[in-house]
């Protein structure tokens, strides 16, 4: 089983992520509940013990999915990461809450969902600018102290907002957005990463699925991919077109698009873990067909020049509550 360290916690990570966005309806629509056990359970006789999901994901509804799976393996060899932002109102709406008590409700809430004791990853799932950042990590540190949970990180903060947080508590990890599509994050938060041996786990490596090489241009999408610009028109099509160019250099290496894609991402040194977005078993498997596989360098620009394309207009897609 590939194994690598995520960062400075130590932790001893598969390389990939089982993620649970996809348990979200309010983005992919409902998705079928047994799918999603037998595929969270594949993952770990594939070799993958990190496991990523959110409050935010389905209301809870992906945390008790999750929990629910894990019953029946080893928990000393789980990695599990949640994350916490929102306060959620009983009408289904929601909004920016790290207080202190708020965040230690959460944090209760998520452990019972789970049905662990521990949190082995808590990341702040955004940036919070009206609770101080010594009060979160104050809060942080009295639930490590509890046992509750292990190590901090954030995800979906800029370098300077990560930076900021580091400077209140012993934050190791970062997930942020990213892909062979939209990599900017290549020319600050990388480099800081790596320089201070933080864990990164990325997420939407396959850029939403497209990158997996499944689609030729002409489909059409019913979840939030519909309002999506990489998901309409002529660019649509020809970014599809360009990921089916990489078949060829795909076959040479025995593996499949999504996996040469994978691959390639996995290569950057400053990442540590891709958690990829799973609604089936197939696709866990697939997935899970990238461990241990590496590219030429020769090769691994060759995708990246491949996949060179405009940026598309910055939108606010991301996972927690901002829409």
Not at 32 to 53: C, H, Q, V, W
Not at 81 to 91: M, Y
């Amino acid at each position: 089983m590939e194994r690598v360290v995520f960062g400075r916690s130590g932790l001893s990570v598969s390389p990939i992520a089982f993620g649970t966005w996809q348990l979200s309806p309010r983005f992919w629509g409902d998705q079928s509940k047994e799918d999603a056990l037998a595929a969270m359970r594949l993952a770990f006789d594939r070799g993958i013990n990190f496991y990523d999901t959110a409050d935010a994901y389905g209301d809870g509804y992906a945390e008790e999915v999750l929990g629910e799976a894990i019953q029946d393996m080893p928990r000393e060899e789980l990695v599990i990461c949640t994350k916490f932002f929102n306060h959620f109102n009983p009408d289904a709406s929601r909004y920016p809450d790290l207080s202190p008590a708020y965040l230690r409700e959460r944090c209760e809430a998520s452990l019972k969902r789970l049905r662990i004791e521990t949190i082995d990853v808590a990341l702040l799932h955004f940036y919070d600018q009206l609770t101080p950042l010594a009060d979160v990590a104050g809060t942080l540190e009295q639930l490590r102290q509890e046992g509750k949970v292990r190590f901090i990180g954030v995800s979906n903060h800029t370098v300077e907002q990560f930076r900021a947080q580091r400077l209140h508590g012993p934050y190791c990890a970062v997930q942020p957005p990213y892909s062979l599509l939209a990599h900017e994050i290549e020319d600050d938060l990388l480099p800081y990463c790596e320089a201070e041996n933080i864990g990164v786990m990325i997420y939407s490596p396959l850029h939403k699925g497209l990158l997996t090489g499944k689609y030729q241009g002409t489909e059409a999408f019913t979840d939030f991919r519909q309002h999506h610009p990489d998901f309409q028109g002529e660019r649509f099509k020809s970014i599809c077109q360009a990921v089916q160019s990489l078949k060829p250099l795909a076959e040479k290496y025995g593996l499949t698009i999504y996996q040469l894609v994978l691959t390639a991402t996995l290569m950057h040194p400053a990442i540590h873990v891709a958690a990829c977005g799973i609604k089936s078993p197939e696709q866990i498997a697939d997935a899970a067909g990238a461990l241990g596989k590496s590219l030429s360098r020769e090769d691994y620009y060759a995708v990246r020049k491949a996949l060179e394309i405009a940026p598309a207009p910055k939108i606010s897609d991301a996972k927690g509550a901002k829409k």
